[in-house]
Structure formats: C-alpha cells, structure tokens
C-alpha cells in the first residue's frame, strides 16, 4: 500500500468505519509503517478535540417558543375538516346521502350556469375596471390635464391586459395598455404632435390640449424590464420607490430599490435593498438614456 | 412513544405530538448550528427555524423517513443560507465582530481549549465542518451522514479526511481565514 493513497482509509480505520476485511489490510500495514500509525495517532487526536465540543447548548424555553410559533399562525383544522368532507363523500344515512346528492346536483346546474354567464360578466367587469383604472391613472390624467376625456373605448382585453383608446375632447387621441391586475396604464402610442412630451395646443372650442407630461408609467416600464437597467442589476429585482419629472420634462429621476432573495455572491456591489437614484435623459422619448446612477447605502440588512 | 407513532400521530393532526421531537432534538440541533455559525442567539434562530420547516415538511414525509438525518439535513440548509446572507452583508463593511461567548475572567483551561477549537473549526469551509460536526460531535455514522448530506459515502469518506487535516493545521497554526 502506498501510504499517500491510503490516507481516507486510514481516517475511516480511525472511525470505525471500514469492512472487516479493509480492516485486517489496514492492521497489517500499520504493522509495517510508522509513518502510518504517526498520521493515525493525529487523526485520533482531532476526535478528541473537536469532541469537546460536545457540551450542551443553553435551550431554556426552546420548545415553548418552537410550539408557540407553530400554533400561532393558525390553529390546526386538519382533523374537523377532513371529517367534514369524508362524511360528505360517504354519507352513512339516508339524509347524509339526500343532502350529498342534493347538494351536488345544485352544484351543477349552478356551474352550467355560470359558466354561461361568467366570461360576459368578466368581460363586463374588467371593461370597468380598466376604464377606472385609466381614469385614476396619474399619467393619464397629467396628459389630458387642461383637456377634457370625452370618451375611453377599451378596444381588446385579453386576460388581464386591456388596449384603449383614450379620447379627448380636443379631438387627441392616445392608445394605452392596462394592466388590469396590477392597475397600471401603459401608453402606446401618444400623438406624433407629442414627441417630446411638450405642447401647447388651442382648440376651436377655447380649450388648451396637453401642457406636459408628467410622472410617466412607460419610463417606469422601461426601468424595471428594460434592456439598459438589466445590464445593471443582472437577476436583481427592482422596486420602483419614487420617481420625478423636472420641471422642464426633460430629465427623469427613479429611486429604485434591490430586492432579491436570489443572492449571487460574486455579483458586484448590489446587496439585497440598496437604494439607487437614477436619472434619465428623456428629451428623446423613445431614446431615453441613463445620466448618472448613484448607489447605495443600505437602507436594510437582512440580518440585523 | 415511538418516534414513527409520534410522526403518524402529528400526520393525524395531533400538533402537539411535535413536542416531543423538539424536545429530543432540540439539544443536538441547536448545538450542530452552534458550532456551525459559531454563535449561540443566531443558532438558536436557525433551530426555531429548522423545528418549524420540519413541522410543515413531516405531513409530506413517507412513513419510512429517517428523522434524524432529516432534521440535520434541514439544519444544514438553514446554516448554508446564513452565510450566503452573512457573506453578502458582510461585503459592505458592517461584519459580524462578535467576541467569543465567554467573558475573560470566567476562562479556564478547558475553556481556552474550547475557544481554540472552535476557532480552528471555523477556519474550515463549511461543506467540510458539517462532516466534522456531526461525525465527532453529534456521532453521526458515515452512512447517516451521507444521507443527511445528500452525498455519497465515499464523498463523506473524502471530506471526514480532508476535514482532519485542515482542522489540524488551523488548530496548531493559522490556516486560511474565517468563511
């Protein structure tokens, strides 16, 4: 045996944790190698010292405060609500069986009905919804600020993403995405008399049309999912903290924070919930650049 | 009660048959994260976490599970989740400086022993310090081992090896630093 290569069987020899026929091999050598028996004097010493370290750790009130954490977020229901639907499935008497084939017959006629009425009722309700969503959206309501909204059409809805047309009185027109389910507006297409987010129009009627837009929801959109930010932040979740337009609509500042549970540790400088200021240059609205990005005190530690 | 009645009956919905194996366990888990991290209060978090991991998990377990390992093997993840959040925290300069647990005038020999012990231990990489602790401290078999781990025996084998070695250099002088 060469005694380098036998190093890992001379520490299980040392555990106790080699076959009976490993052993004797084992014993032999020893038998034979002073080297050997040296490193298996060691190897038995740091059993014994890191041994010490068996004493037992301070555990008063332990199990309270474990059991307490356990039934504190809501008491145990396993057992009466099982029961309860065994003894609907398997109704025992006469009335439980009358009840179980009632209750499922109601059931189905219910369902056909429903799903007969249901998606025109969705359709309707999500029709609303997103109209109110439009007319709450601040966006919307700095673009169309000294305009009037005569009329919102939601043109498309598809699961949760409805398109509209948004009307203004002036006779502008400016088509959106809604984001039903998370309630935000997404302008798609603003008129080509807007491209820089700046204009001042008189109508016939008297009515200026659009003096400025503000806080903007598509630059937000850009931030979290675009391609300049993702180079950035890598697999980092953003969250959008506060955002603001200055005053000549030109430069945009996000304040964005880190979030992630999903940590890469050779990643750069990005911690989870750092805080970064971002400012744009959107005088191109369809070529928004980054000016300066400032990082990041922690404004949280996941472990104090 | 045996520990297979105890998890059947936790399974049937009796939450408080799981005191029971907080109380068997909860000694050997605290002390394996313990020497894990390196710090009580922390360890102790983990533990509460590990008892109620397990708590949610047994319901999902099949009737043959071996508890022990188990257990230990979801103690390991919540050690290894610590340091990758200790790590990330500890690169803004913000570190653990934590002193050891025993005030000076209250060290004995035996205690410094403890302390060096503890501090070489930490001076290996944590994959190879779980083989030492539960092998030497907690008495796991190589086999109990594997299975708490996740790796074969011969890995265990491997590291257990490994694991003397670098434990014996950092003890008798230095060695690389604290993960």
Not at chain 1, 190 to 212: A, E, H, R
Not at chain 1, 221 to 245: C, D, K, P, R, W
Request: aromatic share 8%; charged share 25%.
């Amino acid at each position: 045996m060469r005694c380098n290569e036998i190093r890992e069987l001379l520490s299980a020899y040392a555990d106790n944790e080699l076959s009976t026929e490993q052993r004797k091999l084992m014993e032999q050598h020893l038998g034979e190698c002073a080297d050997c028996r040296n490193r298996l004097t060691e190897y038995r010493q740091v059993s014994q010292q890191i041994g010490v370290l068996q004493t037992a750790p301070s555990i008063s009130g332990f199990t309270q405060s474990v059991m307490s954490r356990i039934k504190e977020p809501r008491p145990k229901r396993y057992k009466s609500w099982a029961g309860t639907v065994v003894a609907f499935l398997r109704p025992q008497t006469k009335m439980g069986r009358l009840i179980t084939y009632v209750t499922l017959a109601l059931t189905v006629i219910l369902v056909t009905l429903f799903a007969g009425i249901l998606p025109y009722a969705n359709h309707r309700a999500n029709v609303a919804l997103a109209q109110s969503i439009i007319k709450g959206d601040p966006t919307i309501a700095a673009l169309f600020q000294d305009d009037d909204i005569s009329k919102i059409n939601i043109t498309n809805i598809e699961g949760d993403i409805a398109t509209a047309e948004i009307d203004g009185a002036s006779g502008v027109t400016v088509t959106v995405t809604v984001d039903i389910k998370g309630e935000k507006v997404y302008i798609t297409t603003i008129p080509s008399s807007l491209p820089n987010l700046v204009d001042i129009t008189d109508t016939d009627n008297g009515k200026k049309i659009i003096t400025f837009l503000k806080a903007n929801s598509r630059v937000d959109e850009i931030l979290s999912q675009g391609a300049i930010i993702a180079g950035i932040f890598q697999s980092y979740h953003l969250e959008v903290t506060s955002s603001n337009m200055s005053n000549d609509g030109k430069t945009y500042t996000v304040t964005v924070k880190t979030i992630s549970d999903n940590i890469q540790t050779q990643a750069m400088l990005v911690t989870p919930s750092t805080k970064w200021t971002i400012t744009l240059d959107v005088t191109d609205y369809n070529n928004i650049k980054i000016v300066n990005i400032t990082s990041g005190s922690v404004v949280e530690s996941t472990n104090p | 009660m045996e520990e297979a009645a105890v998890i059947a009956s936790i399974k049937a919905g009796n939450v408080d048959a799981f005191t029971e194996i907080v109380e068997n366990y909860q000694i050997p888990i605290v002390r394996y994260l313990c020497r894990l991290v390196g710090d009580e209060d922390i360890a102790r978090d983990l533990a509460q976490d590990t008892f109620i991991q397990a708590f949610k998990g047994i319901l999902k377990t099949s009737p043959d599970l071996k508890l022990r390992p188990w257990l230990f093997k979801i103690a390991t993840n919540n050690a290894r989740q610590y340091y990758r959040r200790k790590r990330i925290i500890n690169f803004i300069p913000f570190g653990d400086h934590r002193t050891p647990d025993f005030p000076s005038q209250y060290r004995t020999k035996d205690i410094e022993e403890n302390i060096e012990v503890r501090s070489a231990l930490r001076k290996v990489p944590l994959n190879i310090r779980t083989c030492l602790v539960l092998h030497f401290v907690e008495g796991f078999k190589y086999k109990e081992m594997a299975d708490a781990l996740g790796i074969s025996e011969d890995a265990v084998r491997m590291r257990v090896t490994r694991g003397r070695e670098l434990f014996r250099q950092a003890y008798t002088g230095g060695g690389q630093n604290e993960m």
